[in-house]
C-alpha cells in the first residue's frame, strides 16, 4: 500500500507587523495587528492536523522573500516559499537564480489584485515569466474575478510555465454573485498548466455570517472546473481569523470532501501541492 501523501496547507502567511508595512490591515481586521511567526504556525497546524505548510508572501520585498527563506530553513514544517521578486526588472534572472539555490524557494506571487487593468500584458513582466520558466518555480496568479479574462491571456502566452489561481480568484461571494466568475473559471480550467488553490473564501464570503451552504455553489464549481488532482487546500491563515478560525477551516474542507475517494482526498490535502511546487 502506498503511504498517504502529508497533509499541507498550500497557502498561509507570516509576519512582523508594522502599520507602515501592512497598511491593507485596517481597523475591520484589527485582530491581525500583531505578529504572526513560526511558532505561532506550528500551534495551528497542530491543532488542526497539517504535517506542513506552504508560505506566500504578504509584502512586495525582496527583504521579506529573504527573510521568509530564512525563516524556513528553521522550520521543518515550512515545506516551500512563494517568495515576490521583480519580475519585469531588467535584473531578474540574476536574483531569480540565485533564490533558486534555495530548495525551499518553490515559487513567485505579484499582487496583481491592486494593479490596474492590463498589468498582465506587459511586456517586461511577460519576459520576466518566459525566464522563469526554465527553474521549474511556479507562479502564483492573485487576482480578483473582474481581471480573470486579462489572466487567460496571460496564461496563454506560457503555456509551459506552472501556475496557481490563489483564492479561486476571489468571486463576489458576499453578494451571492457567481455566474461571470463561474464561466470564467471553467475557461480557465481548461489550461491544463494552471491548478487552483481552495483557500481565502471565507473572507470573500460575509465574514459574520457565511455559512458551508453559502460556500458550496463556490466550492462545486471549482471541483468540477478543476478535479481533484489540480486542486490544492490551503487556510489563508492568519487572514482568514477574521472570519473563522484555523480549526473550523480545516473541519470545513474536511467535510466538504468526505465523501470523496482516497486518492482524490490526497491530491487535495497535499499532493497536488506536493507536485506542483516541487516540495521536498
Not at 491592486?114 to 518566459?130: H, K, M, V
Not at 491571456?153 to 476571489?170: E, N, T, Y
Not at 483557500?199 to 460556500?215: C, F, H, N, P, Q
Request: aromatic residues 10%.
Amino acid at each position: 500500500m502506498l503511504a498517504t501523501p502529508p497533509v499541507i496547507d498550500a497557502h498561509h502567511h507570516l509576519w512582523r507587523y508594522s502599520p507602515s508595512e501592512y497598511g491593507w490591515i485596517d481597523d475591520r481586521m484589527a485582530a491581525l495587528r500583531r505578529d504572526f511567526l513560526p511558532a505561532n504556525l506550528v500551534v495551528e497546524l497542530a491543532n488542526a492536523g497539517i504535517d506542513g505548510a506552504v508560505t506566500v508572501q504578504a509584502r512586495q520585498t525582496l527583504e521579506e522573500t529573504r527573510w521568509l527563506l530564512e525563516l524556513a530553513q528553521n522550520c521543518e514544517a515550512i515545506r516551500g516559499i512563494v517568495g515576490w521578486v521583480p519580475i519585469a526588472s531588467p535584473n531578474f534572472e540574476g536574483t531569480l537564480d540565485a533564490l533558486a539555490e534555495n530548495p525551499k524557494f518553490v515559487g513567485l506571487r505579484h499582487v496583481v489584485q491592486a494593479e490596474p487593468n492590463g498589468f498582465l500584458d506587459d511586456a517586461d513582466f511577460n519576459r520576466g515569466i518566459r525566464a522563469l520558466r526554465r527553474t521549474g518555480i511556479a507562479y502564483d496568479l492573485l487576482i480578483f474575478e473582474h481581471q480573470l479574462e486579462e489572466a487567460i491571456r496571460f496564461v496563454d502566452r506560457h503555456p509551459q510555465q506552472s501556475f496557481v489561481l490563489d483564492h479561486i480568484a476571489k468571486p463576489k461571494i458576499a453578494a451571492g454573485e457567481i455566474e461571470s466568475w463561474s464561466n470564467r473559471i471553467q475557461k480557465l480550467s481548461k489550461r491544463s498548466n494552471v491548478c487552483c488553490k481552495i483557500s481565502g473564501i471565507v473572507t470573500e464570503a460575509s465574514w459574520s455570517s457565511w455559512s458551508m451552504k453559502s460556500l458550496l455553489p463556490y466550492l462545486d464549481t471549482v471541483v468540477n472546473a478543476f478535479g481533484a488532482n489540480r486542486l490544492m487546500t490551503g487556510s489563508d491563515w492568519p487572514v482568514c481569523l477574521v472570519a473563522t478560525s484555523y480549526v473550523r477551516w480545516w473541519q470545513v474542507l474536511r467535510e466538504y470532501f468526505a465523501a470523496f475517494s482516497d486518492d482524490e482526498r490526497a491530491d487535495l490535502f497535499g499532493a497536488t501541492a506536493i507536485k506542483t511546487y516541487n516540495l521536498k
